[in-house]
């Protein structure tokens, strides 16, 4: 599987050509077609079945990406014994992914586990989803209406200040602070101990992973609970509903850190992106409008410039395609949360729609010219045509 490698060097804003494509550098997007015959799947999931969990059986490939991919299986094989559409499903993902790419996430596992099992934790209750002690109440009521009304109750504590860019209050104080303190003392202990940890991105140099020192559990739980039903509403176009695996870590932003952050576009579908605090001046977002990798590089529309100031506890999503870069973070120091989901399933069905991708503004602005076009000589045709009649 092709993976975009950023490069580090910043653009300026208006300028968008050579965007950079901001991966974690690991390769661990995965992508999923049964390259043999003999395995099939179904062109559509169905959607009413209830997937089994794999949390035990997650040694080769991750967990979720069974649960996602059971959706797929043919009827005759949803109802069989776990273990049975297990063993089908990962032989599907062995066909699929090369030897060096296994290799590789073992290699990442083994570096997660090295870190777990020497790093002391300072709060040990950020390791498990915990929702009345993560969320504000808004968020919490949002999510706990019944599913009849959930869709509504989720949209009503929204903002869209631009198309495509959503914005909600979402962390406790005091968790940002728990959080911002964890961090600084897992770097802390990278520092003591000289552990040559791995950055969170291409383009940042500050930051760390948190799904590297054992906060993954909590983020599977924050997409799987929160993040898929928010993505499921806004942004069905890029997989919202099939979110399965994600890269979730802060960035950390100051004269002596990160200053700024370049134009680019996330190895993501969805990305949440939280500030955390602490106190800062600077460091807003802007916004250039979606686009699929074909147009990445094209102009931007007026109506696509869009500039956000984060705040703390304050979450913003949007589409990974939604180009975007932070501006320099003039004093104090900003870390935020991130976590960019991603969906296996899309990115496979992606690869078979090579035209005219619904999420993409210029694509939609090309579908809309071709339509225009169309009608206008089929204007020009039909009135022809009537000349005819009438001479
Ligand atoms: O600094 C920010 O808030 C944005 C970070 C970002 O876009 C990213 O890490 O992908
Ligand atoms: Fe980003």
Redesign the pocket.
């Known amino acids: 599987m092709a993976i975009e490698r950023g490069n580090d060097s910043p653009l300026p804003p208006t300028s968008p050509a050579n965007i950079t494509a901001?991966t974690n550098g690991t390769g661990t997007g995965a992508g999923l077609a049964p390259s043999n015959a003999n395995y099939r799947l179904r062109l559509n999931p169905n959607q009413d079945h209830r997937a089994d969990t794999y949390d035990d059986l997650g040694m080769e490939f991750t967990p979720l990406l069974f649960s996602s991919l059971e959706r797929y299986l043919p009827p005759n094989l949803l109802d069989v014994p776990r273990d049975t559409k297990y063993k089908y499903m990962r032989d599907i993902l062995r066909r699929y992914s090369t030897e060096g790419e296994r290799t590789r996430e073992q290699k990442h596992k083994e570096y997660r586990q090295k870190i777990v099992s020497n790093y002391q934790p300072l709060y040990r209750e950020l390791y498990t989803m915990n929702p009345s002690m993560f969320f504000v109440q808004s968020f919490l009521k949002a999510f706990n209406a019944n599913e009849k009304n959930k869709d509504e109750s989720i949209k009503s504590i929204m903002s869209e200040p631009s198309p495509g860019v959503y914005t909600f209050d979402m962390l406790q104080p005091r968790f940002c602070e728990m959080l911002l303190s964890e961090v600084e003392n897992f770097e802390k202990w990278v520092h003591e101990t000289k552990f040559r940890i791995m950055r969170?991105?291409t383009m940042?140099k500050f930051g760390a992973v948190l799904d590297d020192f054992g906060m993954q559990g909590t983020l599977d739980k924050l997409m799987e609970d929160f993040i898929r039903h928010i993505s499921k509403i806004f942004f069905p176009d890029v997989g919202g509903y099939s979110l399965d695996s994600h890269h979730g870590f802060v960035?950390e932003?100051g004269m002596d850190r990160d200053v700024e952050?370049g134009f680019?576009v996330?190895d993501s579908e969805v990305?949440l992106?939280v500030c955390l605090g602490k106190q800062f001046t600077g460091?807003e977002?802007f916004f250039r409008g979606v686009r699929c990798e074909k147009h990445v590089n094209s102009e931007t529309y007026p109506e696509e410039i869009f500039d956000y100031a984060?705040a703390p506890g304050r979450a913003i999503i949007h589409r990974g395609r939604h180009r975007?870069g932070?501006r320099a973070t003039t004093s104090g120091h900003r870390i935020?949360l991130?976590l960019w989901c991603r969906s296996s399933v899309f990115r496979e069905l992606k690869k078979h729609k090579k035209e005219f991708l619904n999420f993409c503004g210029e694509c939609k602005r090309e579908k809309k010219g071709r339509l225009l076009h169309s009608v206008a000589a089929k204007k020009k045709e039909l009135l022809v045509g009537e000349g005819d009649i009438a001479s």
């Open positions: 901001v969170p991105n940042n960035v932003y952050l680019h996330d990305t992106n460091g977002l984060h975007h932070a935020n991130l």
